[in-house]
């Protein structure tokens, strides 16, 4: 089992900052790979970046130089660092982390944090 704490959302104008953080607790020498993903009312949940336990990363291409996903794993929490912020990017953002065991995957979810982009 993964516990997974987010926080750092919040309210900012178009071309602010924000640093979402998601720490982790419990089996976290099982996670393979931690990411964010986001879902604005009315879509389907979306996958905005990961990182992997080698410290790989991949970007949704819409959030690519702008959007940092990085770790700390003396703190075991995953940030997502977001500036030039856009309307579009209004959402809540959920950390995921993946832990695979063999042929099976198990996914984790946070509760969400509710990022709001003014124009």
């Known amino acids: 089992q993964v516990q997974l704490v987010e926080s750092g959302g919040g309210l900012v104008q178009a071309g602010g900052s924000l640093r979402l953080s998601c720490a982790a607790s419990g089996s976290i020498f099982s996670i393979k790979i931690m990411s964010w993903y986001r879902q604005a009312p009315g879509k389907q949940r979306e996958l905005v970046a990961a990182?992997?336990?080698?410290?790989?990363?991949n970007y949704k291409d819409s959030v690519k130089n702008r959007f940092t996903i990085s770790r700390d794993n003396a703190k075991n929490t995953v940030y997502l660092q977001m500036n030039s912020l856009k309307p579009e990017d209004t959402a809540v953002y959920y950390c995921?982390?993946?832990?695979?065991?063999?042929?099976?995957?198990?996914?984790?979810w946070g509760q969400g944090t509710q990022v709001t982009v003014s124009s």
């Open positions: 995921n982390s993946r832990v695979i065991l063999g042929s099976s995957n198990y996914d984790y």
């Open positions: 990182i992997t336990s080698d410290g790989d990363t």
